[in-house]
T-cell receptor, first 112, second 115 residues
Framework: GAVVSQHPSRVICKSGTSVKIECRSL??????MFWYRQFPKQSLMLMAT?????????EQGVEKDKFLINHASLTLSTLTVTSAHPEDSSFYIC????????FGQGTRLTVV | AQSVAQPEDQVNVAEGNPLTVKCTYS??????LFWYVQYPNRGLQFLLK??????LVKGSYGFEAEFNKSQTSFHLKKPSALVSDSALYFC?????????????FGSGTRLSIRP
């Protein structure tokens, strides 16, 4: 199946700093990628839809200025958590899809 | 708007017994349905999908799912459970069969298989 690579798998950062998470589609071009957030023992919450060459579409309640998404190429989307706070600590997962969605390995973000 | 419901937070089954993980959906138009599995601290792995055709869909690791339009259900099944099947399972729906169409997930069901 198609491979989506997400990096880093784990990151610990200090409160107030910014963290960038990369999502790469390795063997197909993805004009659309999705970013999800998962809290412990909960489902995946769609944060935003990343569109190549245009602005991302954010779900209701997700702060655009807090979670910056860039999709500059057909194989790379990035999510930057700006001015991170402890409540941003979570598991972030990206996906790229053709017919079904393929998921990255996820990034465990811990803000201390 | 599309939605997915997984009524069971947890399902416990003895190894070797059949298992069922329930899922119901709501979508306008034709549903495109998926099952994914998640192991601890990992991303999601695709198991199977229903797009059209036979109501019984076969997927990875011996899993299958039955699409029932009248009951708006897409339950995941396996004839004989393995301990290694223990994981978190998500049912998902997509409103259109397009790569740009977002996928909405159910709340997840934790499957626990006891030896």
């Amino acid at each position: 199946g198609a491979v989506v690579s997400q990096h880093p798998s784990r990151v610990i950062c200090k409160s107030g700093t910014s963290v960038k998470i990369e999502c790469r589609s390795l063997d197909f071009q993805a004009t659309t990628m999705f970013w999800y957030r998962q809290f412990p023992k909960q489902s995946l919450m769609l944060m935003a839809t990343s569109n190549e060459g245009s602005k991302a579409t954010y779900e209701q309640g997700v702060e655009k200025d807090k979670f910056l998404i860039n999709h500059a190429s057909l194989t790379l989307s990035t999510l930057t958590v700006t001015s991170a706070h402890p409540e941003d600590s979570s598991f972030y997962i990206c996906s790229a899809s053709s017919t079904e969605a393929f998921f990255g390995q996820g990034t465990r973000l811990t803000v201390v | 708007a599309q939605s997915v419901a997984q009524p069971e937070d947890q399902v416990n089954v003895a190894e070797g017994n059949p298992l069922t993980v329930k899922c119901t959906y709501s979508v306008s138009g034709n549903p495109y349905l998926f099952w994914y599995v998640q192991y601890p601290n990992r991303g999601l792995q695709f198991l199977l999908k229903y797009i059209t055709g036979d109501n019984l869909v076969k997927g990875s690791y011996g899993f299958e799912a039955e699409f029932n339009k009248s009951q708006t259900s897409f339950h995941l099944k396996k004839p004989s459970a393995l301990v290694s099947d223990s994981a978190l399972y998500f049912c998902a729906v997509r409103g259109t069969y397009s790569s740009a169409s977002k996928i909405i997930f159910g709340s997840g069901t934790r499957l626990s298989i006891r030896p």
